[in-house]
C-alpha cells in the first residue's frame, strides 16, 4: 500500500540511490553514458503474458516547486528533449506538471494531452489536488504550446469511474499506457508516481527512461536516467 507521509523530496532536499518508494519499490539510479541518442527497438509480436502500448516510455518529473531556477531547468530541455522520440506527451493535471511539460517540449511536435491518472500521489495535500478546467485555461494562455494542449475537461472534471486511491490511480495510468498505439510515450508526472512505475528516484526536470517489463503487473524497467542539460541542480 502507498505510505500516507509525505515523499522523500519534501523531507531533504537530496536523493540518494535506493531511497523506498511510496509502494515499497527501491530507485536505482543509472548513469548516462554522455550519449544523447535513443535507439526504440523494434516492436515484436505480443506473447501471452507480455505488457501491450509503447516499447518505451520516457517520464519527466514535473517542477516540484516553480521557483525561477526549476523554471530553468525545466526551459533547458528545450530543443533537446526531441531527442528521445515520444510521439505523444502525457502530462499530470497539476498546474507545476503543466507548467514544465510546455517550457520542455516548445517547438516539439508531439502532442499535449492532459492525463488525470498522472497526477501525483498523497492526494491529502492541497497541492496535489487538480484545479477546474477555467483555471486550466487561463495558466495555458501564458505558456508556450499552451493552446495546443488537449484534454483538459477529461483531466480535470472528475468522473464516476474515477479511482478512489492513489495506488488505483497508479493501476489506471498502467491501463491507459498499455492502450497508447504510439512506440514512445513521454509522461510528464511527478516523484510518486515516478516510483510507482519504475522504482526510480528523481530530480527535478530528471528524464527516466523505460521499457515495459514482460509478465503481472505492467511496471517499467528503467533503461537510463538523465539531469537536465542546463540550470541549477535542485531537488
Avoid: Y
Avoid at 530543443?79 to 528521445?84: K, V
Avoid at 507548467?99 to 520542455?104: E, V
Amino acid at each position: 500500500s502507498i505510505s500516507t507521509t509525505s515523499p522523500p523530496h519534501v523531507a531533504s532536499a537530496s536523493h540518494s540511490p535506493g531511497v523506498s518508494g511510496p509502494m515499497g519499490r527501491k530507485g536505482k539510479r543509472q548513469k548516462a553514458d554522455g550519449e544523447w541518442q535513443t535507439v526504440t527497438p523494434a516492436r515484436e509480436p505480443t506473447q501471452p503474458g507480455a505488457c501491450e502500448g509503447p516499447s518505451r516510455v520516457v517520464l519527466l518529473r514535473a517542477l516540484e516547486v516553480l521557483s525561477e531556477d526549476g523554471l530553468k531547468q525545466a526551459a533547458s530541455w528545450r530543443g533537446c528533449i526531441g531527442r528521445f522520440g515520444a510521439e505523444v506527451v502525457l502530462v499530470s493535471p497539476l498546474r507545476r506538471a503543466v507548467q514544465t511539460a510546455c517550457l520542455a517540449f516548445e517547438g516539439e511536435a508531439a502532442p499535449l494531452e492532459l492525463c488525470r491518472h498522472a497526477r501525483e500521489l498523497w492526494w491529502d495535500e492541497k497541492v496535489n489536488t487538480p484545479g477546474t478546467p477555467a483555471e486550466m485555461r487561463r495558466l495555458l494562455r501564458g505558456l508556450p504550446r499552451g493552446s495546443e494542449v488537449q484534454e483538459v475537461d477529461e483531466a480535470l472534471v472528475p468522473g464516476s469511474d474515477d479511482p478512489e486511491t492513489e495506488e488505483d490511480s497508479i493501476r489506471r495510468l498502467q491501463q491507459v499506457l498499455a492502450a497508447r498505439p504510439e512506440s514512445t510515450v513521454a509522461v510528464v508526472c511527478h516523484w510518486g508516481v515516478i516510483n510507482a512505475l519504475c522504482g526510480a528516484n528523481a530530480s527535478n526536470c530528471d528524464v527516466i527512461e523505460c521499457e515495459p517489463r514482460v509478465g503481472g503487473r505492467c511496471n517499467f524497467r528503467v533503461l537510463d536516467q538523465h539531469k537536465p542539460p542546463g540550470g541549477p541542480r535542485t531537488s
